[in-house]
């Protein structure tokens, strides 16, 4: 299938989730998609993002590869919808030690950027879960940060993730 092909059906949007089972089967295709991901040009390319979202549950070692490109791309990208999936995606491996620094910034500023929708801080706050997990010294940094967003810019979804992180911290400290 060609890139023009693949954009044409991601556009439609009613193919998708057919578009993502081609994708697992077919996995040396999967470089268009992430190019076609990494477009930030067109507004229907955050279906891309979706897609790869739904490869990883199904078949995670096909994302693998790309998680340092993943993890760029979401630290540049406009796109919320693409960057909540793609946090999404980070949020739930480990955190390479390259990657950490610059994860920690990155997160930290997502969680606690209230204009932010709900679903990239709930993410991000789950990035800075796993960096505490590494890293024990900033649970104590980050247990005050949950509370503060709880308590100042607390929606239901940063709340019932706040708190359930937070129990987690309390049981490390």
């Known amino acids: 299938m060609t890139e023009n092909e693949i954009r044409e059906l991601i556009q439609s949007g009613e193919t998708i989730p057919l578009l993502a089972k081609y994708f697992v089967q077919e996995p040396g295709q999967l470089d268009i998609l992430i190019k076609t991901a990494f477009d930030d040009s067109e507004t229907y390319t955050w279906r891309a993002a979706w897609m790869i979202d739904k490869i990883h549950e199904e078949k995670p070692d096909l ?16 796109n919320s919808g693409k960057r909540r999936h793609f ?3 980070i949020s ?5 030690d390259e990657n950490m620094a610059l994860l920690l910034n990155f997160a930290s500023e997502m969680f606690t950027n209230a204009s932010e929708p709900v679903a990239v801080r709930v993410h991000a706050m789950q990035i800075l879960y796993g960096i505490a997990l590494k890293e024990p010294d ?22 019932s993730r706040g708190r359930k992180l937070l129990k987690k911290l309390y049981r490390l400290s």
């Open 138 to 159: 900033f649970s104590g940094e980050l247990i005050e940060m949950i509370g503060h967003e709880i308590e100042y810019h607390g929606s239901a979804g940063i709340a």
């Open 92 to 96: 739930l491996h480990d955190i390479p």
């Open 63 to 78: 994302i693998l590869p790309y998680f340092q490109s993943i993890t760029e791309f979401a630290i540049h990208t406009k």
């Open 87 to 89: 946090l999404k995606l």
